[in-house]
Each structure stands twice: as C-alpha cells, then as structure tokens.
C-alpha cells in the first residue's frame, strides 16, 4: 500500500517506564508489532511499534538513567477509529483478553461510540466504533 507523498507519515515519540509492559499493552493488547528497536542512540534506547503499511508508528523511549514520569493527566489520549463494528468488537475483545479493563473517560464524549483503555504509563488510547472525518 502506499501513501500520498504530499502528506507526512507521523511518528508520535514519548518516553516509557517498562518496555516490556508497553509492548505486552500495544502489541499483543491492540494488535500492533515491533517494527524495530534501538539501544544506546545518543543515549536513549527505544521501540517502535505500529503496523507495517500504516503511514504512522509510535516510538518509546527510556533515557538511560532516568525514570520517565507517568502522564500528566487524563487527557493525553491515541484515539484510533474503527468504523466496522466487528473489527472494533475483535479490538476490544483482543486488548480486553490480554488482560486490560477500559476505563472511564474523563471526557463522556468518547463514551459514547468508544471505549478506553490505559496504558501501563497511564496514557489513554481509545477505540472508536465510527468513522474518522476531519
């Protein structure tokens, strides 16, 4: 697949406490892979999850040395659109199997076709039951 060269591909890059515990969350709880990882890059070591084709990943890194913070609040949200109702069911069926329980979200509005769910840095992803329109 490929993707409009106009547009950028985006990387939302954010530092981790346990590497471990967020591949457990986004790979086998939402269905992304490893794409790649990285250690001592200036300092840093890293994964990069995401889906192969998609013109996004995430990148987690761990500053050698340094505990990263959990997140400031509530509301540092991954909103992820899936209009088809039975690839959001298989979604939330898959995280909820791994082990993750949704949480309530602090704005009712992505309550209301989605539910939510808390990575183990305390960061909020949400799975939307309709389609994305800008």
């Not at 106009?6 to 939302?12: A, E, I, L, S, T």
């Not at 981790?16 to 591949?23: D, P």
């Not at 890293?46 to 990943?57: D, R, T």
């Not at 890194?61 to 609040?73: F, H, L």
């Amino acid at each position: 697949m490929s993707y409009d060269t106009r547009f950028p591909k985006m990387r939302v890059a954010r530092s981790c406490r346990n590497f471990e515990a967020i591949k457990r969350f986004y790979c086998d709880g939402l269905g992304f892979s490893l794409l790649g990882s990285f250690k001592g890059h200036n300092g840093f070591d890293g994964l990069i999850i995401g889906h192969p084709n998609a013109p996004y990943h995430l990148e987690f890194t761990k500053e050698q040395g340094i505990t990263a913070p959990k997140a400031p609040d509530e509301e540092g949200l991954l909103v992820f659109y899936l209009p088809d109702k039975t690839e959001w069911q298989k979604r939330v069926d898959m995280i909820r199997n791994a082990g993750y329980e949704p949480v309530q979200s602090n704005n009712t509005y992505w309550d209301v076709d989605g539910i939510t769910f808390e990575d183990p840095d305390g960061y909020r992803v949400v799975l939307q039951n309709r389609a994305w329109s800008n």
